[in-house]
Nanobody, 115 residues
């Protein structure tokens, strides 16, 4: 089992920045990828960014150039730096780890972009 705990969400004005962090604990023996997803009210959960075990990153088109995903292998963390935030970025953000043959999810952290 893997437990994921997110932090860093909150309320920010348009154009502002937030930094989300996710710490993993438990049976972490082979991390294939780590990522961030989000779900806005009335919408399906969508991929925001993912980073593979080799360090390759993939971003949703809507966040390219504004968000940056990074990882710390020693600390078993993944971070999402979000800049130039827009109201349409408002959602619950979920951390995701692909470990072995399983996907694990955090509890989610709310990000609200509003003036």
């Amino acid at each position: 089992q893997v437990q994921l705990v997110e932090s860093g969400g909150g309320l920010v004005q348009p154009g502002g920045s937030l930094r989300l962090s996710c710490v993993a604990s438990g049976s972490i023996f082979s991390i294939n990828a780590r990522g961030w997803y989000r779900q806005a009210p009335g919408k399906q959960r969508e991929l925001v960014a993912v980073i593979s075990s080799g360090g390759r990153t993939t971003y949703a088109d809507s966040v390219k150039g504004r968000f940056t995903i990074s990882r710390d292998n020693a600390e078993n963390t993944v971070t999402l730096q979000m800049n130039s935030l827009k109201p349409e970025d408002t959602a619950v953000y979920y951390c995701n780890y692909w470990v072995g043959g399983y996907y694990y999810w955090g509890q989610g952290t709310q990000v609200t972009v509003s003036s």
